[in-house]
């Protein structure tokens, strides 16, 4: 149901910015909420940001946080993440997610440790070189 696409390059330098996109099809992609995860080499599987189904909540995680920005356009079916002030650290895949929940309950199933959404987009490569 759920494609993820990246909008501009993948290598990027340190302080640069990129946009990845999530284009939705075959579903009510305005019933969603939308959760993006990453995934650097060797670690597990990170919550990066989530916004509601009408657009009207967000939140990030504390690294992420003033640097990158969530958003939504539900006319177009997409969801957005713009990654700016990249550091190296930030260098993963990166997956979107899409859930009939509300944000509120998928911020306590990941504050749990769950990250059991519904439908998974296919990663993006990120990479920031120092």
């Known amino acids: 149901m759920f494609s993820c696409r990246r909008l501009g390059g993948g290598l990027v330098q340190a302080g640069g910015s990129l946009r990845l996109s999530c284009a939705a099809s075959?579903?009510?992609?305005?019933?969603?909420?939308v959760v993006w995860f990453r995934q650097a080499p060797g670690q597990g599987r990170e919550f990066v940001a989530g916004i509601s189904w009408n657009g009207d909540s967000t939140y990030y995680e504390d690294s992420v946080k003033g640097r990158f920005t969530i958003s939504r356009d539900n006319a177009k079916n997409t969801a957005y993440l713009q990654l700016s002030s990249l550091k190296p650290e930030d260098t993963a895949v990166y997956f979107c997610t899409a859930d009939l929940r509300s944000l509120f309950t998928i911020a306590t199933m990941i504050s749990e440790g769950n990250y059991g959404m519904e439908y998974w987009g296919k990663g993006t490569q990120v990479t920031v070189s120092s």
């Open positions: 075959g579903g009510t992609f305005s019933n969603y909420a």
